[in-house]
């Protein structure tokens, strides 16, 4: 019996018992669509933490935490970091090898106003280079700020409109739902880096009347500096990526503006000497250190520790994050694997069915000299067929399945900082799918193949 007449005769059987054959199709479609869309899961929030990393300088940026920065925060296990990250030890950096570039991170908190509103903003000082770096994307017409420029520019996260609010007590967006009347492409800011003065003239803040009516401390009149965003962060006001709340400033202006605005004074946020002066040269947050291949991470981040500093780098991040999101994806496709499992019983169900149905059938075939070779493939492929019509039907579903989770939970997933879609098919899952689902029917239709094959043709033919 040739290939054709075997597929013909196989999908002849399927289509004269057509609501048998749809009932089955149905099983496997079902358990397929579970099995991707459990699987898609796990792989959107992979997805996710993936282009988190890339933005946020890929596997080879490691980040140095000093004393008085943030030291501790991701260091796990390791001890305190002892020393303070200044300029000559960002030059140490640069002379170990495998350096593509350092950047010191000097961050500082600010009040932007803007008529009738207030917003909080962490500026966040950069080298020109490690903006460059960062790929940050802008809408049309932005750029980044200039490097050693004359005055303040900013590149403002696509979100941080979220940050203000009217001071009039009208409240801000989580409370409104509008947004304030601020264009940061075009509006002018007024920008204060003495907040303690500021908040000290406005009564509140915790300060209480200090520096107000009946104290004896002279009121400070916070300086105001008129500053305008140079670019914003491209994407909508609920489009979350890792620059959304971000103020990012180009490091050697903010540098200078701090010490013109606070001479002879301690500048907020940064650590004193035992006798509470300010030291003459600035302690940053942290550092970036840009290495030039990956395998080189662990030990440039060695030497670091080594000379008193905690780092922590992306690498690290990943590894432990794949163990996690194998072990969910593992979860997910054995919680889909189930429903799959059912349908392939439905599958040998209905094959040990088709048997009893065809048994006169089967035994004439076998009198007219059909192999019994062509007797187990003809039932095989029945199984088959089930498999692959299910299969394609359940990849269908999946993606409309698929589209719906993103649309519905795109807002929430925002709001928790997933950055791409929740669920994310690729194509290899929909192939694996595919060649799964086949392989489960024509298994489930082995020992239903094997009992036709072995059925007496005699026997068969006197069967009522």
Known sequence: MSLIDLLRMSSGNLKRRKLRTFLTVLGVVIGTASIVVMISLGLG?????????????????????????????????????????????????????????????????????????????????????????????????????????????????????????????????????????????????????????????????????????????????????????????????????????????????????????????????????????????????????????????????EQIRAMGFQTYSNAEFLETMQEQYFMIQAVLGGIGAVSLLVAAIGIANTMMMSIYERTKEIGVIKVLGCSLKNIKQMFLMEAGFIGLLGGLVGNVLSFMVSFVINKIAGSVAGAMGIASDISYIPPWLVLISLVFAIFVGMAAGYFPALRAMRLSPLAAIRNE
């Open 45 to 301: 929030m992979q997805q996710s933490m993936y282009q988190q990393i890339d933005e946020s300088g890929g596997l080879t940026t490691i980040e140095v935490n000093g004393a008085g920065g943030y030291g501790g925060m991701y260091g796990g296990d390791q001890e305190a970091p002892e020393e303070y990250i200044t300029d000559e030890v960002i030059e140490q950096f640069k002379l170990l090898e495998h350096i593509e570039y350092v950047t010191p991170v000097l961050e500082v908190s600010a009040i932007a106003l803007k008529g009738n509103y207030e917003g909080y903003l962490n500026l966040q000082g950069l080298t020109h280079e490690a903006l460059e770096a960062y790929g940050i994307p802008l809408k049309e017409g932005g750029r980044l700020p200039e490097e050693n420029g004359a005055s303040l520019e900013f590149v403002m996260g696509n979100m941080m409109l979220q940050n203000f609010y009217n001071k009039s007590g009208g409240g801000g967006y989580w409370e409104t739902g509008e947004l304030p009347d601020i264009d940061f492409s075009k509006d002018s800011l007024f920008l204060i880096l003495d907040t303690d003065s500021y908040y000290m003239n406005q009564g509140n803040s915790g300060f209480g009347d200090m520096g107000g009516e009946g104290s004896s401390q002279p009121k400070t009149i916070a300086k105001k500096h008129v500053v305008k965003a140079c670019g914003v962060v491209e994407g909508g006001i609920e489009e979350y990526n890792t620059h959304s709340y971000s103020t990012y400033c180009d490091i050697e202006t903010l540098k200078t503006v701090l010490k013109k605005e606070f001479k002879g004074k301690v500048i907020p946020g940064q650590p004193t000497m035992e006798n509470g002066k300010p030291y003459k040269y600035f302690i940053y947050n942290n550092a970036r250190v840009k290495v030039d291949d990956l395998d080189s991470v662990e030990s440039v981040s």
